[in-house]
């Protein structure tokens, strides 16, 4: 396997800033488990894998012990790809999101995964499958209908505890920014990627989160960059 970057932006005249998206070429299935160790993630584009590298989040099944759902099922090809993309739209209203993913974009690894209310689908998530011990949870989108039943969190327990009864070593949660992200390091066994190492120290990623969502100018990111402590103005 093979790094490489495509340099999409820099600034010198006023600021200092580089804009670098490095990508990993030319992985050999018996490497996949050792890019994931390295902090690499595969995204979908134009049904290609395409390694990216980012703040991962994962959790060691074995330290986790969650309960199966009974309202679920795995999906079989043909999707019903418009009531996806309806629920999707759905999610996306209800969470201010700009519609970021094109449903029907799968890779031969992934999996479906859908939740019912009685016989109506009201959640699905995609399950994107690495090797015999790794396996990450790529999106999870919901209607809201009934937001009383907590499904965000129920369904990604019981995806954790699902992979673990497949036999699968790590679950990944994708990446971890901003604070909608912070959740995440409620997961028993959380672990996340620093850029050099696996960490298990959640305050310093919940602080990092909180960061990242009020960085909104080049001149807080810069102070953001400056800065290593933890800032107590920081909410």
Known sequence: MQIIFNHKFGTHRK??????????????????DSALEQGWLITAKNGQDVWYQSRSTRTRLDSTNYDLLDNYKILEQPYPLDLLDHIYDQFCYHKNYVKYFEVGDFLSRDIVMSYYAGNTMT???????????????????????????HLGINGLNHEIAWAKAQGYEYFYMGSGYEKNSIYKSDIDGFEWWTGSAWSQ??????WLCRRDSIVGSNAQLHTALASLQHDCNIP
Do not use: G
Request: aromatic content about 14%; some cysteine.
């Open 15 to 32: 600021s200092s800033i580089v804009l670098s998206y490095p990508e990993l070429i030319n992985v050999a299935e018996h490497e996949t």
């Open 123 to 149: 959640a699905w998530t995609k399950l994107r499958k690495y090797s015999m011990s790794a396996i990450e949870s790529t999106l999870f989108v919901w209607d809201y209908k009934d937001p009383q039943s």
């Open 201 to 206: 120290d959640c305050d310093q990623y919940i």
